[in-house]
Nanobody, 121 residues
Framework: QVQLVESGGGLVQAGASLRLSCAAS????????MGWFRQAPGKEREFVAG????????YYADSVKGRFTIFRDNAKNTVYLQMNSLKPDDTGVYYC??????????????WGQGTQVTVSS
């Protein structure tokens, strides 16, 4: 099974940018759809973005459209989340996940440990 390790989180001010990375182990990374999720304190985990195995199809939560971009480099077994114009509401633990479909309603079955993103106002 694929193993995932996120990195790139941190503390930034509103309006700043961050790029999260998720490195995957295993030989089948290019066959997985990938997703980014986040969980804010006291809230349920929510879908942020998803990308198909080839990178040709992407999905975004309405709250991040136009500000976040998901992309992947299959040669490096890595998926990224570029986050621009960050807002305090973007604060949370960000997780990457692997599955068979990148859609918000799909089931993702392998998860990373998460990376903290904190956006101050």
């Amino acid at each position: 099974q694929v193993q995932l390790v996120e990195s790139g989180g941190g503390l930034v001010q509103a309006g700043a940018s961050l790029r999260l990375s998720c490195a995957a182990s295993g030989r089948s990374f290019s066959t997985y759809a990938m997703g980014w999720f986040r969980q804010a304190p006291g809230k349920e985990r929510e879908f942020v973005a998803g990308i198909s195995s080839s990178g040709g199809t992407t999905y975004y939560a309405d709250s991040v459209k136009g500000r976040f971009t998901i992309f992947r480099d299959n040669a490096k077994n890595t998926v990224y989340l570029q986050m621009n114009s960050l807002k305090p509401d973007d604060t949370g633990v960000y997780y990457c996940a692997a599955g068979l479909s990148p859609s918000p309603s799909a089931k993702f079955y392998a998860w990373g440990q998460g990376t903290q993103v904190t956006v101050s106002s």
